[in-house]
Nanobody
Framework: QVQLVESGGGLVQAGASLSLSCAAS????????MGWFRQVPGKERQFVAA???????????DYADSVKGRFTISRDNAKNTVYLQLNSLKPEDTAVYYC????????????????WGQGTQVTVSS
């Protein structure tokens, strides 16, 4: 069982930056693929970024086209935490951001991870 707790959301102006964190429980955190998704009311949850486990100490970062070059996903295995740095924020980035985890990278990619956080609100004003 893995529990995920996001933090770091807030209200910012366009062009600003935010840093989201997702703290995970579980002894095998380093082997999990971690992902960030976002959702606005009335729309489907959207993939944002993933930090995919390839092999021991080797990961691959993947991003949605809409955030590539502006967002950065990273992790600290010693702290069981994955981060999402959001730079050059736009009003269209406004959403609830969710952290996801799974040992199967394909499930993270499909948005069907076994484990999800409760979400953190990011609001970007114009």
């Amino acid at each position: 069982q893995v529990q995920l707790v996001e933090s770091g959301g807030g209200l910012v102006q366009a062009g600003a930056s935010l840093s989201l964190s997702c703290a995970a429980s579980g002894r095998t955190f380093s082997r999990y693929t971690m992902g960030w998704f976002r959702q606005v009311p009335g729309k489907e949850r959207q993939f944002v970024a993933a930090h995919r486990w390839i092999r021991v100490n080797t990961y691959y970062a993947d991003y949605a086209d809409s955030v590539k070059g502006r967002f950065t996903i990273s992790r600290d295995n010693a702290k069981n935490t994955v981060y999402l740095q959001l730079n050059s924020l736009k009003p269209e980035d406004t959403a609830v951001y969710y952290c996801a985890a799974d040992e199967d990278p394909s499930k993270v990619a499909r948005g069907t991870s076994d484990y999800w956080g409760q979400g953190t609100q990011v609001t970007v004003s114009s």
